[in-house]
């Protein structure tokens, strides 16, 4: 397949690849063909839709920062990348939705369609697919956590087939994952696992999550797990942190992961920010994948709470549902 250009790009449906993002519009105000949404970039968290794409002209505009363009600006905008990085993201995207679902011998389970979103789960089954356990290797997520805590989804998109390492989450929903795409299965919520334990650790995507289990295997069972899946679902999640007599952040080290940081240490003596164990890096997982796991383990013991790095107590973990 030959490199994209800035033409070929700009003929992307932006509506189709917000969708492979995990977002889709508000169909109370989307008519014609606007679509509105609330805002997909990173630090916005609101209530009500101000980010408006008008799917003709094949332009967007969010209303709350002042800023739009074509799929170009919102690729860059979105992964915080240049024009060169934006198009090698965009030459992804085409080359992953031009490509037929193989070698998939999960067993068919009862398919469910969410007609207005267009993704079809067509089964769901353990982990087998060879391309997802390279993946898997290539994030340094040992097999047996990921068989643990997800699964393999297969799904079709504007009838197309694919399959993606798939989280759950508490609302029968599940975030998908594969080497080339990013997105989720409605409906979209967090994850909450229930160890029955007094602390709680949060983590912003999954992918943080299975990594502090594959560093932490003796001492995961000490915690309470929350996968907000999105910042999004922060604020909704407050009441179910502060439960907890502690509450550990282990957010992205992105403008608005660190925003949210600051914000609820300095409400909340009960929030604690873990992310100053990867400093430097995007998040606990780009950490781990770029370093050796021995270190990080060394690291972790030597710098967690003496709460976090004891030996397990003998209680099993379970999906909070």
């Known amino acids: 397949m030959k ?10 449906d932006l509506v189709d690849y917000l969708e492979s993002l995990g977002f889709y519009p508000d169909t109370r105000v989307s ?19 101000s980010f408006k794409v008008d799917r003709r002209k094949g332009l967007w505009y969010d209303h709350g920062v002042g800023k739009g363009g074509s799929i170009i600006d919102f690729c860059m905008q979105y992964h915080r990348c240049g024009i060169t990085d934006a198009l090698n993201k965009l030459q992804d995207f085409l080359s992953f939705h031009r490509s037929p679902v193989q070698n998939l011998t999960v067993p068919v389970s ?31 997520i040992p097999l047996e956590i990921a068989r643990e ?9 504007n009838t197309r087939k694919y399959y993606a390492i798939g989280f759950g989450n508490d609302a029968g929903g599940y975030e998908l994952r594969n080497a080339y795409f990013k997105g989720s299965v409605a409906p979209k919520s967090v994850s909450f696992l229930n160890n029955r334990a007094e602390e709680i650790s949060v983590f912003e995507g999954f992918f943080d999550f299975q990594t502090y289990a594959a560093i932490q295997k003796t001492a995961i069972t000490n915690t309470n797990i929350l996968v907000l899946n999105s910042l999004a679902f922060l604020e909704k999640a407050r009441p179910v942190m502060e439960q907890h007599t502690s509450i550990y952040l282990y957010l992205d080290r992105d403008n608005a992961g660190q925003k949210c940081t600051t914000q609820l240490v300095k409400e909340n003596s ?3 920010d873990h992310s100053l164990l990867y400093e430097g890096y995007a998040d606990l997982n780009e950490w781990l994948t770029r370093q050796n796991l021995s270190l990080h383990k060394q690291g972790l ?20 549902r």
């Open 3 to 12: 490199r994209i250009t800035t033409t070929d790009a700009k003929q992307i």
């Open 31 to 49: 008519r014609n063909q606007e679509y509105w949404y609330l805002s997909p970039l990173p630090g916005r968290n609101e209530n009500s839709p």
């Open 110 to 140: 009862a398919p469910f369609l969410d007609k207005e979103k267009k993704i079809r789960v067509v089964s769901i089954g353990s982990i087998v697919s060879p391309a997802l356990i390279t993946y898997l290797e290539q994030r340094k």
């Open 149 to 157: 805590y997800c699964r393999e989804v297969q799904y079709e998109l």
């Open 270 to 272: 009960k929030y604690k």
């Open 301 to 320: 013991e030597k710098n967690e709470p003496e709460e976090i790095a004891r030996p397990a107590q003998k209680r099993g973990m379970g999906l909070g």
